[in-house]
């Protein structure tokens, strides 16, 4: 039986089939692929009330505002308040080395690292995303298809006459992100890609061959990973850019969950854990996660320690490198963490870790489960829990829970036996010890029916 390795990589309803949660696949010469234990979240420190609306490292520190007040964190935890942030939705952050920007409630903010003063230049417009570029900070206009910069190496100054516009198609701008010195401007139904060309006043200019024909769905997806553009199109799909080509990276199953979705917002981030370039693309209700280096696709999401009982949004908002380490924060509280592989909760909560498997049908004719089977290496003692559905993936019941083996042995067995009758059958693997683990293989022995 071969061990699930993305989630919904079968379209086929229901929802809960083919699914990982908390775990991701990792390619193995043996065996092909393994399960591994997606890494916990140690608690750092506690800023404001929250949520975290955004972070970023400027000048070697971690700024992260959370509620209405941006916080400098140091590497001891402690942290400083500089100011208010106003608003409650997600802010818009970049540097250019002198200052910290942030964009929040189309209002412009900066800092050097101490108290924060609003941008007041009368040329300075209302703006929704910022980013940097050759010495430039680079915003986009609210509402409008335009974008316009600061002065060079001057995060205070404005001249009135230093925008352009994005004119392929006449759509909004609802975003932008810079990529190998190029400026990526995301439009409703198009995008555009444009450079520095050297001319006094406005200095960017559209590539002659720099118009993507298709759209962004929300500015916030866009996110930089494996030197490269990622962001949700206006088709509901996941794009990569190649060159100007925007390859589409999701799947089937993926893009039918975000079309069922009542709202679409969705925010983008990465991080490298172990070798694997990760992005998240989060919505208001599920974390999908990207892993580039596979292909493969599974979700986070925060259990609350209630077991069974549901599936909550994942609590992390946000990850940027600082410290040497990969800081996350919580979308509901003013917490913030880093990734650990020694830590087996998420703030303090359950994690747990679930792998449920492609249906074992038998052509509407009955099969007899004999033997289910699970071998992994565990990390300590540990038991795995077993679950079934009967029907497809609709419900499920509980089978029980086995023991995993003790610290230090390696390729134990989980086995369960007499497993009854089905026509089609969905099995559901699922860990909340606090242990680390490596699933191998799962072997069925079943008889009847087209397996």
Not at 195 to 201: A, K, L, V
Request: glycine share 10%.
């Amino acid at each position: 039986m071969k061990l699930p390795i993305g989630t919904y990589t079968d379209r086929s309803p229901p929802a809960g089939v083919q699914r990982l949660i908390n775990v991701y696949a990792e390619q193995n010469l043996e065996r092909g692929a393994v399960l591994r234990r997606a890494p916990g979240i140690m608690t750092f420190a506690t800023v404001g009330s929250g949520p975290v609306r955004g972070m970023r490292t400027f000048k070697g520190k971690l700024y992260v505002v959370s509620g209405t007040t941006l916080y400098r964190v140091n590497p001891d935890g402690s942290s400083v308040a500089l100011g208010a942030i106003p608003g409650e939705g997600r802010i818009a952050i970049a540097d250019n080395g002198i200052h910290l920007c942030i964009v929040a409630d189309k209002r412009g903010f900066i800092t050097q690292g101490s108290a924060i003063e609003e941008i007041t230049d009368e040329e300075f417009r209302e703006a929704t995303d910022v980013d940097f570029i050759d010495n430039y900070l680079v915003f986009v206009e609210a509402n409008s298809g335009r974008f316009f910069c600061s002065d060079l190496a001057d995060a205070t100054s404005y001249d009135g006459l230093n925008f352009a516009t994005a004119e392929s198609q006449p759509d909004n701008l609802v975003g932008l992100i810079v990529d190998h010195r190029e400026i990526f401007l995301a439009g409703e139904t198009t995008c555009e890609i444009w450079y520095n060309d050297g001319s006094t006043g406005f200095p960017f200019s559209r590539d002659s061959n720099g118009v993507v024909e298709i759209g962004c769905a929300d500015g916030n997806s866009l996110v930089k990973a494996d030197n490269s553009v990622f962001w949700l199109a206006n088709d509901f799909t996941i794009r990569r850019l190649n060159g100007i080509t925007p390859v589409r990276v999701s799947q089937h199953q993926i893009e039918q969950a975000i079309t069922d979705m009542r709202d679409r917002s969705c925010h983008a981030f990465s991080w490298v854990w172990d070798g694997h370039v990760q992005i998240c693309f989060d919505f208001n209700t599920r974390a999908f996660i990207y892993d580039i280096n596979t292909n493969e696709w599974h979700e986070r999401a925060t259990f609350n320690g209630r077991g069974n009982a549901g599936v909550d949004r994942w609590q992390v908002t946000d990850c940027v490198l600082a410290y040497e380490k990969w800081f996350v924060g919580s979308n509901t509280t003013g917490q913030i963490g880093y990734f650990d592989s020694q830590t087996y909760t998420e703030f303090g909560e359950i994690q747990r870790c679930e792998w449920t498997y492609a249906p074992v049908y038998s052509a509407n004719i009955r099969a007899f489960h004999r033997r289910f089977e699970v071998m992994a290496d565990p990390g300590g003692t540990a038991e795995i829990m077993l679950a079934v559905s009967d029907d497809g993936g609709y419900t499920f019941r509980n089978l029980g829970t086995k023991s995993l083996g003790e610290r230090g042995e390696f390729k134990s067995r989980a086995v369960w036996h007499r497993l009854g009758t089905a026509r089609n059958r969905v099995y559901r693997a699922a860990i909340t010890d606090p242990v680390k683990f490596t699933v191998y293989d799962t072997q069925l022995v079943a008889e009847g029916g087209k397996l």
